[in-house]
């Protein structure tokens, strides 16, 4: 018989074995609250038999049951059908023994009127332990607490590391501020070739530079936005370098790409590397000259075009293009395992194709 499929005022047959067998405890009443069925299971939570309570009225048992408010909710169960349940600290006692023992620490009891074979009303307690739940509920809480102080620990952890992370970036920074600044305060003292060498320098440590700014803005761990880093790049190169006076100014289309920053430098060194032999070399005859930045991101890799219109890459040898800074931005193209390769003319271009999905994950 289960006690939620029993409505109100329903027929019921009382099946004795299988009531003595049920896992809840079941206590069947008459109206006058007499006990007429005490199965085995609350006899072994009680230590009580069923010899010993039959026939017997339920206060003289359990006397929680004769309080005002127990006794007029059971009433208010009888003359109407509505079901009473009782649960929670509010019923503390209600299941105790005249002696005072507990039959449960933690119980719910169902209480639902019906009638039986011969159309006698009845009163049946459908008494569920709740113990196990209790105790269950209770390691769980423990556990969450435990869980919520490791993440507060984790937490601190992190927030200990970002803060050294930071300072870390800072010095790296500084550093390179101060190797910029005495190479500008050498430049003066030295002419020709010497003079072009420390501008080449001052500009790759500008570009390494750049970096660590942008990472001092971002509050993403240890990754850079390549479009909007390589746009500041630009406008650094081209305002640090003398260019031709009928130079337009860099045609630039950069799609927003993440990457970090062991990848974002040697893109930059190849960038500055690229425009700084364009710039020198592409327009010896100070012609209308125009150098295109492009980056395509697509699924799963992106592609970086740095190109000229200039007099491409025979008469750039021709006036003096420096191989080095070609060997430069081929060696950088290895170390992040990008795909380098010259375009077709008019003018010389690069294209480096990157696979994203092959990155270290930050």
Not at 245 to 264: F, K, Q, R, S, T
């Amino acid at each position: 018989m289960d006690a939620s499929s029993v409505g109100y005022g329903t027929r019921a047959a009382f099946h004795p074995a299988l009531l003595a067998a049920s896992p809840v405890g079941i206590v069947v009443l008459d109206t006058a609250m007499t006990i007429r069925l005490w199965n085995d299971t609350i006899a072994g939570w009680s230590g009580l038999s069923a010899g010993e309570v039959l026939g017997r009225r339920l206060v003289s048992v359990l006397p929680g049951f004769g309080r005002p408010g127990y006794q007029l909710r059971m009433d208010q169960l009888l003359a109407t059908g509505v079901p009473v349940v009782f649960h929670g600290s509010v019923n503390r006692g209600l299941l105790s023994l005249a002696d005072g023992s507990p039959v449960l620490p933690h119980y719910r009891v169902t209480c639902r009127r019906i009638e039986d074979d011969e159309g006698n009303v009845c009163v049946v307690l459908w008494i569920e332990n709740a113990t196990l739940l209790r105790e269950t509920v209770g390691y769980l809480r423990a556990e969450i607490e435990a869980r919520r102080e490791a993440e507060d620990q984790l937490q601190s952890a992190l927030r200990s590391r970002e803060v050294l992370y930071r300072e870390l970036q800072h010095r790296i920074r500084n550093t390179l501020s101060l190797i910029s600044s005495l190479i500008s305060l050498a430049m003066p003292d030295v002419d020709g070739r010497e003079s072009h060498l420390l501008q080449e320098v001052h500009s790759r440590i500008a570009s390494i530079s750049l970096v660590y700014e942008q990472l001092a803005e971002r509050s993403q761990y240890g990754e850079i936005d390549l479009a909007r880093y390589l746009r500041q790049l630009v406008d650094s190169v081209f305002s640090s370098l003398p260019r031709p006076a009928a130079m337009c100014d860099p045609e630039v289309a950069l799609d927003h790409v993440v990457v970090p920053i062991d990848v974002a430098i040697p893109i930059g060194l190849i960038v500055n590397e690229l425009i700084t032999n364009a710039m020198k070399h592409a327009f010896p005859d100070s012609e209308d000259g125009r150098i295109t930045i492009e980056l395509c991101s697509r699924s799963g890799s992106c592609t970086l075009l740095i190109a000229d219109n200039g007099v491409g890459p025979r008469g750039a040898c021709e006036h003096g293009r420096s191989g080095l800074g070609l060997g430069i931005v081929r060696l950088l193209a290895q170390q992040i395992r990008a795909d380098l390769t010259q375009t077709e003319g008019p003018g010389t271009g690069f294209r480096l194709t990157l696979p994203l999905d092959e990155l270290p994950s930050i």
